[in-house]
């Protein structure tokens, strides 16, 4: 069983960062692949981010590649999100997730089988 806890949203103006946290609970945290996922009104969840158990392998959503940056603290149980450069297009709730079978990076929500509650980010123009 993993409970995650997501944190760090907000109402920022384009350009600004902002770093989302992710506080899981349980044993299976360093064994388990984690990812980041957002969902706009009225759109689909999708991936934005997601890492290996040992933080070696990262992937990364074309719409956030070179702004965001996904890290993860094995000791702390924590998976991080930072975001710079901010576009209004990134507004939307995000979620934390996790993958607590295999290695692979899979993309799609439906493959993992933990998530968080959400946490809204919302950017101004």
């Known amino acids: 069983q993993v409970q995650l806890v997501e944190s760090g949203g907000g109402l920022v103006q384009a350009g600004d960062s902002l770093r989302l946290s992710c506080a899981a609970s349980?044993?299976?945290?360093?064994?388990?692949?984690m990812g980041w996922f957002r969902q706009a009104p009225g759109k689909e969840r999708q991936i934005v981010a997601s890492?290996?158990?040992?933080?070696?392998?990262?992937y990364y959503a074309d719409s956030v590649k070179g702004r965001f940056t996904i890290s993860r603290d094995n000791a702390k149980n924590i998976v991080y999100l930072q975001m710079n450069s901010l576009k209004p297009e990134d507004t939307a709730v995000y979620y934390c997730?996790?993958?607590?079978?295999?290695?692979?990076?899979?993309?799609?929500?439906?493959?993992?089988?933990?998530w968080g509650q959400g946490t809204q980010v919302t950017v101004s123009s």
């Open positions: 997730a996790a993958k607590t079978d295999g290695v692979t990076l899979p993309t799609t929500p439906g493959r993992y089988n933990y």
């Open positions: 349980g044993r299976t945290f360093s064994s388990s692949v």
């Open positions: 890492i290996s158990r040992g933080a070696i392998t990262t």
